[in-house]
């Protein structure tokens, strides 16, 4: 099994800056790439960004593109979602997830095997 925890969420005004983390643990041998998706109330689940563990390419979605960045710290088996210019409709629980899925970059949802509990993003405009 694979843990993960996210941290780093809060209320933040509209043009504003965030950095959500999450640190895995456990069976982290297995993880092949993980991803952050964010859901708003009355909306599903939304793909973010994701980055391969080991060679550390990214992906991100078109609505956060120029915005958001994706990273991780192999070494500290931690990933990083870099927020910037943040707007009203970023406001949602963001999720950090972890596959075992190698050699696609891995966008959907249910390709993912791991999850964490949710840090929520609000703006406060």
């Known amino acids: 099994q694979v843990q993960l925890v996210e941290s780093g969420g809060g209320l933040v005004q509209a043009g504003g800056s965030l950095r959500l983390s999450c640190a895995a643990s456990?069976?982290?041998?297995?993880?092949?790439?993980m991803g952050w998706f964010r859901q708003a109330p009355g909306k599903e689940r939304e793909f973010v960004a994701t980055v391969n563990w080991s060679g550390g390419s990214t992906f991100h979605s078109d609505s956060v593109k120029g915005r958001f960045t994706i990273s991780r710290d192999n070494a500290k088996m931690t990933v990083y979602l870099e927020m910037s210019s943040l707007a009203p409709e970023d406001t949602a629980l963001y999720y950090c997830?972890?596959?075992?899925?190698?050699?696609?970059?891995?966008?959907?949802?249910?390709?993912?095997?791991?999850w964490g509990q949710g840090t929520q993003v609000t703006d406060s405009s």
């Open positions: 456990g069976r982290t041998f297995n993880i092949a790439a």
């Open positions: 997830a972890a596959s075992r899925v190698r050699g696609f970059t891995v966008v959907a949802a249910d390709s993912y095997d791991y």
